[in-house]
């Protein structure tokens, strides 16, 4: 890397250089793109459009990262184009240190010469530039990629468009805008004007057309677009394109492109049609499209040549879009026909936007189930998807999206209620959140296909469903009896009224009574048949039962039982049986209550047996699904169970419903580690070692301290490992000396006296340790005494590339030894006594491996025999 200074002064010597052989110049345009690597890590390319007769050429260019530092990149490849133009491309990758916006700028001697809108244009310094926002929580970002190259040339007084092509990989909305050619440092080039134009010239901020309309003068001209992302609704980086746009007079006419319309269309619908040209010269086209369609791995599109023949041609555009094209954005294709006239080569260019969206899943039923409602849906048919994202409404709407709309949007009163992860899931059971739907409101769905991107299918088929509370009122599922084996549970239910207004019902009647395992089983089985006549028999004792293990949901069906006039009377009664779960931890218990039933419970009383009186005594209550009994002792078992209160919101339904849940056990254990230790570390670089310490705050938790384990690891690639075990609770501090290399990252954990330790630990990392220093003087006159540049150094220089040059910018000495050792001499002669410019990367031994950092400064250097200096050290 080279600092700013450094770089300034190869601009200064390459500005001199170009001045005086104006034939070097040869840069038209170019743009800097970047696709974000990692957190921190950037692959940037440089490309620019250079002019193939120009005896100019740069194999690598220097890029200014916005960070105080430089690095030059290589360039990878070159393709020849129209119009005397030559692609050349560059690429490199940087680190950035940490979050922040970065203006990245990569500049270049000189523009052309002639620019009629850049005064003294031949003199002025090429520069391109892209804002870089490294900001872990907004996500990974990818700038856009410019596909169409600015070779295209201008007629006099004809309208002149240029498209970029802009393709986001991510698929954040882009926006277009002129902005001011730059010179050297990225800065506004002094007395910039745009380009002349009849009526006028602009950009579309929606479709990227740079439309001139119409050139007003003949000439070379340059113009400079900002291509910006959004996400979100915030702008987060753009692009600037700078270009070169070359006017003349002829007589040729420019093509004209067919029209074009936009497209919406599901993944799995083709897009095929016909693009064509025409030319009032009876020139030959070309035609091209250039879009991000045609870069798609699994589903590119093609263009594929029809016809062509002297002032007409056609080509076919054929794609159908698969689920990975599924975006927010639409995508633009880029349509470009260019004629081959002997005297200018002119160009039409059209655009036209194509919408994938992801097809609408099909939801099969919504079935009501106590207190809940399960939507079902067909298979989605692709594995490409996330899952799906479930929303609900009071009542039926009256949203119909047209073939352009994805997702469901809040002003059709639906808001998302739930997400189910899975490509392959058919079902989601809405419990509101496990509270529970509410009975006598209906309640309206749809559902969408989640992409991984985060893009939302076109809404589902709307279905509506509501709550039934079943014509026998279920009243009690309470457990009577806690056994593996022999458990029992009491069910009731509310005696069917006025069946006399049901047509066709005349009994007798017959109760079926159905049970499945688990609080929300499916997997009913009949296991009771009551045939009653008044209806009184509303009471069922279940045995046999393992209510130990296993909650228990019931179904209950009445049909009117009539010879050859049996049916199902109403809906179904469901309800399942309160099923606590129970975990021990130090000195307490812990519980989560389990429950699916048609009514709302209100509060849950706890009751802990007493062993004395054999008695469960209470112990507390709550309103929510969890509970935690304190103050207990650790070692010995204790047994619990739970009452619940509650009843339905209706009038006319049962209040006052009180159920119990199977008895619980558990033991208390101390399973809980102790607090993690807030930590902090300190380098002390001269004495080569890092002092970490800790602090606990918490005197409960510090009283459960029995230690502590200190944990280090040296590079970013190693896992942490233990380096010291301290048995001492009121030790807070630990000096670790690991070598020359000092730059590491620390965690610290506690434990207790029975082994629990406290989990995931903060790591704290250290690096800010320099250990590279050269002398600002020495003098080489042969009385031993300072002959010599010397660097101090140490262990974690691994290598330098060390330069130093004379006043001409002539390099006289170089080397990779960390410690330098110059002796002076230039071709076995001491230099002059002078002072001289020196440049240095220096490759370092740091936590993320081997890094680079880059210093430079002068160096005095005295040949008097009686030179007495005291050296000052540059950093």
Same mark, same amino acid.
């Given at each position: 890397?080279?600092?700013?200074?450094?770089?300034?002064?190869?601009?200064?010597?390459?500005?001199?250089?170009?001045?005086?052989?104006?034939?070097?110049?040869?840069?038209?345009?170019?743009?800097? %793109?970047?696709?974000?690597?990692?957190?921190?890590?950037?692959? *940037? %390319?440089?490309?620019?459009?250079?002019?193939?007769?120009?005896?100019?050429?740069?194999?690598?260019?220097?890029?200014?990262?916005?960070?105080?530092?430089?690095?030059?990149?290589?360039?990878?490849?070159?393709?020849?184009?129209?119009?005397?133009?030559?692609?050349?491309?560059?690429?490199?990758?940087?680190?950035?240190?940490?979050?922040?916006?970065?203006?990245?700028?990569?500049?270049?001697?000189?523009?052309?010469?002639?620019?009629?809108?850049?005064?003294?244009?031949?003199?002025?310094?090429?520069?391109?530039?892209?804002?870089?926002?490294?900001?872990? @929580?907004?996500?990974?970002?990818?700038?856009?990629?410019?596909?169409?190259?600015?070779?295209?040339?201008?007629?006099?007084?004809?309208?002149?468009?240029?498209?970029?092509? @802009?393709?986001?990989?991510?698929?954040?909305?882009?926006?277009?805008?002129?902005?001011?050619?730059?010179?050297?440092?990225?800065?506004?080039?002094?007395?910039?004007?745009?380009?002349?134009?009849?009526?006028?010239?602009?950009?579309?901020?929606?479709?990227?057309?740079?439309?001139?309309?119409?050139?007003?003068?003949?000439?070379?001209?340059?113009?400079?677009?900002?291509?910006?992302?959004?996400?979100?609704?915030?702008?987060?980086?753009?692009?600037?394109?700078?270009?070169?746009?070359?006017?003349?007079?002829?007589?040729? $006419?420019?093509?004209? +492109?067919?029209?074009?319309?936009?497209?919406?269309?599901?993944?799995?619908?083709?897009?095929?049609?016909?693009?064509?040209?025409?030319?009032?010269?009876?020139?030959?086209?070309?035609?091209?499209?250039?879009?991000?369609?045609?870069?798609?791995?699994?589903?590119?599109?093609?263009?594929?040549?029809?016809?062509?023949?002297?002032?007409?041609?056609?080509?076919?555009?054929?794609?159908?879009?698969?689920?990975?094209?599924?975006?927010?954005?639409?995508?633009?294709?880029?349509?470009?026909?260019?004629?081959?006239?002997?005297?200018?080569?002119?160009?039409?260019?059209?655009?036209?936007?194509?919408?994938? !969206?992801?097809?609408?899943?099909?939801?099969?039923?919504?079935?009501?189930?106590?207190?809940?409602?399960?939507?079902?849906?067909?298979?989605?048919?692709?594995?490409?998807?996330?899952?799906?994202?479930?929303?609900?409404?009071?009542?039926?709407?009256?949203?119909?999206?047209?073939?352009?709309?994805?997702?469901?949007?809040?002003?059709?009163?639906? $808001?998302?209620?739930?997400?189910?992860?899975?490509?392959?899931?058919?079902?989601?059971?809405?419990?509101?959140?496990?509270?529970?739907?509410? /009975?006598?409101?209906?309640?309206?769905?749809?559902?969408?296909?989640?992409?991984?991107?985060?893009?939302?299918?076109?809404?589902?088929?709307?279905?509506?469903?509501?709550?039934?509370?079943?014509?026998?009122?279920?009243?009690?599922?309470?457990?009577?009896?806690?056994?593996?084996?022999?458990?029992?549970?009491?069910?009731?239910?509310?005696?069917?009224?006025?069946?006399?207004?049901?047509?066709?019902?005349?009994?007798?009647?017959?109760?079926?009574?159905?049970?499945?395992?688990?609080?929300?089983?499916? %997997?009913?089985?009949?296991?009771?048949?009551?045939?009653?006549?008044?209806?009184?028999?509303?009471?069922?004792?279940?045995? !046999?039962?393992?209510?130990?293990?296993?909650?228990?949901?019931?179904?209950?069906?009445?049909?009117?039982?009539?010879?050859?006039?049996?049916?199902?009377?109403?809906?179904?009664?469901?309800?399942?049986?309160?099923?606590?779960?129970?975990?021990?931890?130090?000195?307490?218990?812990?519980?989560?209550?389990?429950?699916?039933?048609?009514?709302?419970?209100?509060?849950?009383?706890? /009751?802990?047996? +007493?062993?004395?009186?054999?008695?469960?005594?209470?112990?507390?209550?709550?309103?929510?699904?969890?509970?935690?009994?304190?103050?207990?002792?650790?070692?010995?078992?204790?047994?619990?169970?739970?009452?619940?209160?509650?009843? =339905?919101?209706? @009038?006319?339904?049962?209040?006052?419903?009180?159920?119990?849940?199977?008895?619980?056990?558990?033991?208390?254990?101390?399973?809980?580690?102790?607090?993690?230790?807030?930590?902090?570390?300190?380098?002390?670089?001269?004495?080569?070692?890092?002092?970490?310490?800790?602090?606990?705050?918490?005197?409960?938790?510090?009283?459960?301290?029995?230690?502590?384990?200190?944990?280090?690891?040296?590079?970013?690639?190693?896992?942490?490992?233990?380096?010291?075990?301290?048995?001492?609770?009121?030790?807070? %501090?630990?000096?670790?000396?690991?070598?020359?290399?000092?730059?590491?990252?620390?965690?610290?954990?506690?434990?207790?006296?029975?082994?629990?330790?406290?989990?995931?630990?903060?790591?704290?990392?250290?690096?800010?340790?320099?250990?590279?220093?050269?002398?600002?003087?020495?003098?080489?006159?042969?009385? +031993?005494?300072?002959?010599?540049?010397?660097?101090?150094?140490?262990?974690?220089?691994?290598?330098?590339?060390?330069? *130093?040059?004379?006043?001409?910018?002539?390099?006289?000495?170089?080397?990779?030894?960390?410690?330098?050792?110059?002796?002076?001499? =230039?071709?076995?002669?001491?230099?002059?006594?002078?002072?001289?410019?020196?440049?240095?990367?220096?490759?370092?031994?740091?936590?993320?491996?081997?890094?680079?950092?880059?210093?430079?400064? /002068?160096?005095?250097?005295?040949?008097?025999?009686?030179?007495?200096?005291?050296?000052?050290?540059?950093?």
């Amino acid at each position: 890397m080279k600092n700013l200074i450094g770089r300034k002064l190869f601009l200064l010597l390459s500005f001199l250089f170009c001045f005086v052989t104006v034939n070097a110049t040869h840069n038209r345009a170019g743009e800097i %793109t970047y696709v974000q690597l990692s957190d921190l890590s950037y692959e *940037i %390319t440089i490309t620019t459009f250079t002019y193939t007769l120009s005896f100019a050429d740069r194999p690598t260019l220097d890029v200014e990262w916005g960070d105080n530092t430089i690095s030059t990149a290589p360039r990878i490849s070159m393709l020849t184009l129209p119009n005397y133009y030559r692609r050349n491309v560059y690429k490199i990758i940087h680190t950035y240190p940490g979050p922040g916006v970065y203006k990245i700028v990569v500049q270049d001697p000189n523009r052309n010469a002639n620019v009629k809108n850049i005064p003294n244009s031949v003199n002025v310094m090429f520069s391109m530039s892209t804002i870089l926002t490294v900001n872990p @929580a907004m996500g990974r970002n990818s700038t856009p990629i410019l596909l169409n190259p600015p070779y295209d040339k201008a007629a006099y007084h004809y309208v002149f468009i240029h498209n970029p092509g @802009a393709f986001d990989p991510d698929g954040d909305s882009l926006s277009y805008k002129l902005t001011v050619c730059t010179r050297d440092d990225g800065k506004p080039i002094e007395g910039y004007t745009l380009p002349p134009a009849t009526h006028s010239i602009r950009v579309d901020s929606i479709s990227g057309d740079l439309i001139w309309d119409t050139p007003a003068d003949t000439g070379a001209f340059n113009v400079a677009m900002e291509i910006q992302e959004w996400r979100n609704g915030k702008k987060i980086g753009y692009v600037e394109r700078d270009m070169q746009i070359d006017v003349y007079t002829t007589n040729n $006419k420019p093509p004209v +492109n067919g029209p074009l319309s936009d497209y919406c269309v599901e993944a799995g619908q083709a897009v095929n049609f016909i693009f064509s040209a025409s030319d009032i010269n009876n020139d030959h086209l070309t035609l091209k499209s250039t879009s991000g369609v045609f870069r798609l791995g699994s589903c590119p599109a093609q263009f594929t040549k029809v016809d062509s023949v002297a002032g007409r041609a056609s080509s076919r555009f054929t794609w159908v879009p698969c689920h990975d094209a599924v975006r927010n954005q639409p995508y633009d294709v880029i349509f470009k026909s260019e004629d081959d006239n002997p005297d200018v080569k002119l160009s039409d260019i059209s655009h036209m936007k194509i919408k994938v !969206l992801g097809p609408s899943p099909k939801v099969l039923n919504a079935v009501p189930e106590g207190k809940l409602i399960r939507l079902s849906w067909a298979d989605y048919g692709t594995s490409v998807i996330a899952g799906f994202s479930i929303y609900r409404r009071e009542g039926a709407s009256t949203f119909n999206p047209d073939s352009c709309t994805a997702g469901i949007p809040s002003s059709t009163g639906f $808001k998302k209620v739930g997400y189910i992860d899975g490509s392959s899931k058919t079902s989601y059971p809405d419990s509101d959140n496990g509270q529970g739907l509410q /009975f006598g409101k209906e309640y309206t769905y749809r559902i969408v296909a989640v992409y991984p991107n985060g893009t939302e299918s076109k809404a589902s088929n709307e279905i509506t469903s509501t709550l039934v509370s079943g014509v026998p009122v279920v009243r009690n599922v309470s457990v009577r009896s806690t056994d593996a084996v022999n458990g029992a549970i009491f069910l009731s239910w509310k005696k069917p009224l006025r069946l006399d207004t049901i047509p066709n019902v005349h009994g007798p009647f017959e109760y079926l009574i159905y049970r499945a395992s688990g609080v929300g089983g499916t %997997t009913y089985q009949q296991i009771k048949s009551i045939p009653t006549i008044n209806l009184n028999d509303t009471i069922l004792t279940d045995t !046999l039962l393992n209510t130990q293990s296993s909650g228990y949901i019931y179904k209950i069906e009445l049909w009117n039982n009539e010879s050859g006039n049996r049916f199902l009377v109403g809906e179904p009664g469901y309800a399942s049986s309160v099923f606590l779960t129970i975990s021990p931890g130090d000195k307490k218990a812990r519980f989560v209550i389990n429950r699916n039933v048609p009514w709302i419970n209100t509060r849950y009383d706890f /009751f802990r047996l +007493n062993e004395t009186t054999m008695v469960y005594d209470s112990v507390g209550s709550t309103n929510q699904l969890t509970f935690t009994d304190n103050g207990l002792m650790n070692g010995k078992s204790y047994c619990y169970l739970v009452r619940s209160m509650g009843g =339905y919101s209706s @009038a006319n339904l049962p209040k006052n419903l009180i159920n119990f849940s199977e008895s619980v056990c558990t033991t208390p254990v101390d399973n809980e580690p102790p607090c993690q230790p807030q930590v902090s570390v300190i380098s002390k670089c001269d004495s080569l070692y890092n002092n970490i310490s800790w602090a606990i705050t918490d005197t409960a938790c510090f009283s459960d301290v029995a230690g502590y384990k200190v944990y280090a690891k040296m590079s970013s690639a190693e896992s942490l490992s233990l380096i010291t075990t301290i048995n001492d609770k009121n030790i807070f %501090t630990y000096k670790h000396h690991p070598g020359e290399t000092i730059a590491g990252c620390y965690a610290v954990t506690a434990f207790d006296i029975h082994g629990n330790e406290s989990q995931n630990p903060v790591m704290v990392c250290v690096d800010s340790c320099n250990f590279y220093e050269i002398p600002n003087v020495f003098t080489p006159n042969g009385d +031993n005494i300072n002959d010599k540049l010397v660097a101090k150094t140490s262990g974690l220089v691994e290598k330098v590339d060390f330069r *130093i040059f004379n006043r001409d910018g002539m390099m006289i000495f170089k080397t990779e030894e960390p410690r330098i050792e110059w002796d002076g001499t =230039y071709k076995g002669k001491i230099v002059s006594p002078g002072v001289y410019f020196y440049q240095c990367d220096v490759y370092e031994r740091r936590i993320s491996g081997l890094e680079l950092f880059h210093i430079s400064g /002068f160096v005095h250097v005295i040949t008097t025999a009686d030179a007495k200096v005291n050296s000052v050290k540059t950093k």
